[in-house]
């Protein structure tokens, strides 16, 4: 089943496909397991490993075609089709996210943006309709959006949390630098910049192999 999947392998065949993207442009129509993990930074045995988890597997004469390895993993992640987005919080943050989804993330559709700033409000931002907090309940239903990025203030994280989940939403990309309680069948990804900016900033002062 999709869910026994482990989240690190789903983060790498999004980006395996990527990859086979930008081959597919260049005219490639075969690669080995050796050539994919070159590009992905992971080993060989890696790649394979993931491939077989969704059922792919290469020839080995020929390895795997782009083409079809492409849609194989696009279907499994269901990235075959537009995702329906809700944006909430329409910051600088916001604004930058927003931008990027309409220009960087063709599969996703920035759908409605929140915010409880009036002067937000009712305007098209960055290519989407910016809506009052208030409204996620009637909005997150009617759309049929299951997927919410917050990018908030720390102190209004959880709060945003909870409406957005009682309307439907089952996923979560929290920018909000503070930890989130969300139900079991909530699927949460934290997104902390301060912090992962700190344990950069830690590790490049710190002796390294071959230094």
């Not at 063709?106 to 290519?127: E, L, Q, W, Y």
């Not at 920018?175 to 590790?203: M, Q, Y």
Request: charged content about 20%; proline content about 7%; overall charge positive.
């Amino acid at each position: 089943m999709k869910s026994e999947i482990p989240p690190n392998t789903v983060a790498r065949l999004s980006l395996y496909r990527r990859l086979l993207e930008a081959w597919l442009e260049k005219g490639t129509t075969h690669l080995y397991s050796h050539e994919i993990a070159s590009m992905a930074c992971v080993t060989p045995a890696q790649v394979r490993r993931d491939l077989m988890a969704i059922g792919y597997s290469g020839s080995p004469s020929r390895g795997y075609s782009v083409d079809a390895l492409e849609d194989s993993i696009g279907r499994f992640l269901g990235s075959d089709t537009v995702r329906k987005i809700a944006l909430v919080g329409m910051g600088n943050l916001g604004r930058a996210l927003a931008t990027y989804f309409v220009s960087r993330a063709p599969r996703f559709r920035m759908t409605a943006a929140f915010d409880n700033d009036p002067r937000k409000t009712g305007r098209v931002i960055a290519g989407c309709m910016v809506h009052p907090v208030e409204a996620i309940p009637g909005i997150i239903p009617a759309e049929g959006i299951r997927t919410a990025v917050l990018a908030l203030p720390p102190e209004s994280a959880q709060e945003m949390a909870d409406t957005l989940v009682k309307a439907g939403v089952k996923g979560i990309l929290n920018f909000a630098p503070v930890p989130l309680r969300l139900p079991g069948d909530v699927f949460l990804e934290n997104r902390d910049v301060t912090a992962s900016l700190e344990k950069v900033a830690f590790f490049s002062g710190q002796p390294r192999e071959g230094n």
